[in-house]
């Protein structure tokens, strides 16, 4: 056991350097579950190949700390393993794991937060001093999501891979989770939401403007990255309200400036054609004479022609599901629909 790899314990758990004698119960505690998530057959994990890995644990630590594994202990047993790997001397790979009879009892959360703590302590004091480290985990494996989660790890966004360059050979993307030597310690207010912003479920909103002519025709877009004509607006940014999103919107698009009214309809758009799903907030824009349109200053990059429509036209030129929301929208007795209907 190397002398200078610390023990690391919160008083129910121990993190300890492998020993000779670990290697047994070690082999013993594999099981399916972990081979599930590290691409490997159980029958694989042997004796003799868990001594070279204890081996190689150790002489990587040796070589600069390049890489530290620690057996998790608690109630006097191994319940598994945690390690960080450094790619470089701030920056350092995360990866845990449980055995089987040892899991469901929040050992793994623990031993991680441990082993981020201690890592983020300078190397004066006897940690490693990193200053971000961060885990990959296959977007199916909630356990180990939970664990990230509850360890203060922030979800920062998918990374794709190319099926089997990851542990498991049919994982296309990997969620990226990350802790800064500077985020706020979990127990502050503020850390807490900003973790709960990380992974709660974010829903696209788009904000669109119903603008009519005297005669009831509704203004169209024809737009230059797709065939079917639509609604004036777009999506609405982060931390942006809807309302002044489609004043945005219309301004950007158009050249029009046009005081979005009260709120006539909520569309909600299943996932389609490569787009994920998204909740549709449809304003009034009021009556306009079709003299406007010599006004419109379109963005070339986005509009191709603009017009006022009859909805006769509307089911023409639009989506079948985008004629079904502009009428629901101009006839105004539901204020709720999905996908117009």
């Known amino acids: 056991m190397p002398d200078d790899q610390p023990t690391l314990t919160d008083g129910t758990i121990s993190l300890r350097p492998w020993r000779d004698d670990d290697v047994e119960p070690a082999v013993a505690g594999h099981d399916d579950e972990i081979a ?7 029958a694989d994990v042997t004796t003799a ?10 002489e990587d630590w040796a070589a600069g700390k390049r890489r530290v594994s620690f057996v998790i202990e608690r109630d006097g047993e191994i319940a598994g393993s945690v390690e960080l790997t450094r790619r470089q001397p701030w920056l350092g790979d995360l990866s845990w794991v449980l055995y089987a009879g040892h899991r469901g009892r929040g050992s793994a959360a623990r031993a991680v937060r441990l082993l981020v703590d201690w890592a983020f302590t300078g190397e004066d004091r006897g940690g490693l001093g990193v200053q971000r480290v961060e885990a990959r985990i296959d977007p199916r494996n909630h356990a180990s999501r939970r664990v990230a989660t509850r360890t203060g790890l922030m ?3 998918t990374q794709r891979v190319v099926p089997g360059t990851a542990d498991r050979a049919d994982a296309d993307a990997m969620l990226v989770f990350a802790r800064l030597v500077t985020d706020p310690p979990l127990s502050d207010p503020t850390s807490f939401r900003s973790l709960l912003n990380s992974f709660l479920p974010r829903k696209r909103a788009i904000s669109q403007m119903l603008v ?6 509704v203004l169209l877009c024809q737009l230059t990255y797709k065939k079917d004509w639509d609604l004036p607006g777009g999506v609405v940014e982060v931390g942006e309200s809807p309302k002044l999103a489609v004043e945005r919107e219309v301004e950007e698009e158009l ?16 996932p389609w054609g490569g ?11 009021g009556t306009l004479d079709p003299s406007v349109l010599a006004t419109v200053v379109k963005q070339e990059r986005e509009i191709r022609d603009v017009r006022f429509c009859t909805l006769e036209e509307v089911d023409e030129l639009a989506a079948d599901f985008t004629a079904r929301r ?8 539901q204020p ?6």
Do not use: M, Q
Not at 212 to 217: A, L, S
Not at 326 to 331: L, T
């Open 155 to 157: 979800l920062e966004g």
């Open 326 to 333: 502009v009428r629901a929208a101009v006839g105004g007795a």
């Open 212 to 217: 009519r002519d005297p005669e009831g025709r």
């Open 255 to 270: 050249g029009l400036t046009i005081a979005a009214g009260g709120l006539v309809l909520t569309d909600w758009l299943p």
């Open 336 to 341: 709720y629909t999905e996908s117009g209907r």
């Open 36 to 42: 599930l998530w590290f691409g490997w057959d159980p």
């Open 49 to 58: 190949g868990h001594r070279r890995a204890v081996a190689d644990w150790r």
């Open 275 to 285: 787009w994920d799903d998204a909740v549709c907030l449809v304003f009034d824009g």
